[in-house]
């Protein structure tokens, strides 16, 4: 099949699923089904094992780029005690990531050197982001005074901002990862997550302490029990 006629089948295929979800009157898996397709209606030509390839061709494109710098928290909610924290699981992965950005700043050793945080704009998140930074510049980080970080986030739009997207690419590998023991893709952004003396300092997994994955070896090499969990 080609493009178009695969584009123009799997049209067909939504259509008659949409209608056919409409009759359940069930509206939950309706909304559910036009999201997801409206999401996808940009790759309907290809096949899933297109989609696969073009993804795993990116992410190891994206290995291969000495100039890119990854940092991330990957949260498993069944170890993360909001009442305990006192914070959202949104907000301490937003307050890691920003210490891990300005660390990665200060090491750079240039005071005049300065970082801007780029998000996919989201009104509540855009506004939550926005006061959390404001904070952080009054009162710092758990981890870090913030010296090297603009203060006001610059929000766009993911659709048209390819570098979104690529962050977008790798949110999805490590939730592959984390939540399916997918590696492949992993394995390859993996490589790009800021490193200290073959430290991945850029990277974790905020999880059991028994854990012993890819990213828990790679930001704890001597083993996470003997890191002290302060104030987390
Ligand atoms: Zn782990």
């Not at 290809?46 to 000495?66: F, H, P, Q, Y």
């Amino acid at each position: 099949m080609d493009w178009a006629a695969r584009r123009s089948a799997v049209q067909r295929y939504r259509a008659g699923e949409i209608l056919r979800l409409r009759k359940a009157k069930n509206p939950k898996p309706h909304n559910q089904a036009k999201k997801n397709y409206a999401k996808t209606s940009g790759y309907t030509h290809l096949t899933i094992d297109d989609r696969r390839k073009l993804i795993s061709e990116i992410a190891d494109k994206v290995s291969k780029w000495d100039f890119a710098v990854l940092f991330f928290e990957a949260i498993d909610k069944l170890h993360f005690d909001e009442n305990r924290t006192g914070r959202t699981v949104g907000d301490q992965a937003f307050e890691q990531v920003v210490s891990r950005f300005e660390q990665f700043l200060t090491r750079q050793g240039d005071p005049k050197i300065h970082g801007l945080l780029v998000h996919d704009n989201n009104e509540t998140v855009a506004k939550k982001h926005t006061a959390l930074m404001r904070r952080f510049h009054e009162e710092g980080t758990i981890w870090a005074k913030i010296h090297h970080i603009n203060e006001t986030p610059l929000f766009v739009d993911s659709k048209l901002t390819r570098m979104v997207q690529i962050a977008d690419l790798c949110s999805y590998a490590i939730r592959r990862f984390v939540e399916n023991s997918e590696n492949t893709l992993l394995e390859s952004i993996l490589t790009r997550a800021d490193t200290v003396d073959r430290v991945a300092v850029g990277a974790r997994h905020y999880t059991s302490l028994n854990c012993t994955c890819l990213i828990c070896n790679a930001h704890t090499p001597w083993g996470k029990k003997k890191n002290i969990r302060k104030a987390l």
